[in-house]
């Protein structure tokens, strides 16, 4: 059953403003303005499950882009944070084509000609930065993506059944809007109480249950491009992948068989030893050094597509970071 809508007077922008989709519905979105201007590059980001594009990791992570000359477009997807609070639709994104074509619009308005574009995704987001990026790329130039703890499997403790797999898959087609347990503790998130509390007192994450259709369609799409469809993947599309090792949220294992099967020369991806889900979130000065690798990456990317180089990878594909060498990062 939908929330009551929202009144727009009730809730803090942060920065942010409406925008319509092409079927009318109005969809939060932000921009963190490049310190120059045209930016080096344009980056669209994609957040996760239950949570919006609001919160404080990625406004710390995305300033720190902007301050570096590149500008970052987010939305809060159909069903979640400020667009889900407004419609009162929370926990329901339309589905998965609906969700893909609000990705493509955004994609629309964050390209500028002559600008490089990458896509950047967290969990639930960084499954969509992948299926967003293989529907889009014939239309859009993009050059990079990077992708925060995706959601390319679940943990083997927390998988279902196959049998019963396929009977949700059907029940998301039949009954999309059947709830399904969406129980997320903000201690699986982060190691940090402080950071823990705050993603549980944040209004504008849904604790409620979600609606089958929002989250199986993605999970189901993302985890088969990743066992199936990853030989599509364009050599010359790079890619940046990073997660904590003792993720319990998604499967860190099974982005290190995405990654290293991939057929792309140019890439990477790092395991943070003792960290969890939500980098951007963890302990210091592990979010500093995550935003400050991201912001070098695209840089990286971008000087090389300006000046029609191609990158490859210099170094193994799969990185492990030790907490000892993580936790003496300078600030």
């Known amino acids: 059953m939908p929330f009551p809508p929202g009144k727009k007077e009730d809730i803090q922008m942060e920065g942010g403003e409406w925008v319509k989709a092409s079927d009318g519905i109005e969809i939060y979105a932000k921009t963190w303005k490049s310190s120059v201007q045209p930016p080096l590059a344009k980056v669209l980001a994609i957040h996760g499950l239950n949570e919006h594009i609001n919160r404080s990791g990625y406004n710390f992570a995305f300033g720190k882009l902007a301050e570096a000359g590149l500008e970052v477009h987010g939305i809060d997807m159909r069903g979640f944070g400020r667009s889900g609070w407004l419609s009162g639709d929370r926990g329901y994104s339309g589905g998965l084509e609906v969700v893909l074509k609000d990705l493509g619009e955004a994609i629309e308005r964050t390209y500028v000609e002559g600008v490089p574009l990458f896509i950047f995704g967290h969990s639930m987001g960084g499954g969509l930065a992948i299926l967003a990026t293989h529907k889009y790329l014939n239309k859009y130039p993009i050059t990079g993506v990077i992708i925060s703890s995706p959601a390319l499997g679940v943990p083997p403790d927390q998988a279902l059944p196959w049998p019963l797999t396929a009977i949700a898959g059907g029940l998301a087609k039949v009954f999309p809007r059947m709830p399904a347990p969406n129980k997320i503790e903000g201690s699986q998130l982060t190691s940090v109480a402080a950071n823990a509390q705050a993603?549980?007192?944040?209004?504008?994450?849904?604790?409620?249950?979600?609606?089958?259709?929002?989250?199986?369609?993605?999970?189901?799409?993302?985890?088969?491009?990743?066992?199936?469809?990853?030989?599509?993947?364009?050599?010359?599309l790079s890619i940046f992948a990073f997660i904590g090792e003792k993720d319990k949220v998604v499967d860190p294992p099974a982005l290190k068989e995405f990654m290293t099967k991939l057929p792309a020369h140019d890439k990477k991806a790092k395991f943070y030893e003792g960290a969890v889900h939500e980098l951007l979130h963890e302990v210091d000065p592990l979010p500093s050094l995550v935003a400050d690798e991201v912001k070098s990456w695209i840089l990286a990317h971008a000087d090389a597509k300006k000046n029609g180089k191609v990158l490859k990878a210099e170094s193994s594909t799969i990185e492990v970071v030790s907490k000892e060498v993580w936790s003496n990062y300078k600030l």
């Not at 993603?199 to 089958?212: A, E, G, N, P, R």
């Open 199 to 236: 993603y549980m007192d944040d209004k504008y994450v849904f604790h409620q249950t979600i609606m089958v259709g929002t989250i199986l369609p993605v999970l189901f799409a993302a985890g088969n491009f990743a066992e199936k469809e990853y030989k599509s993947w364009p050599e010359n």
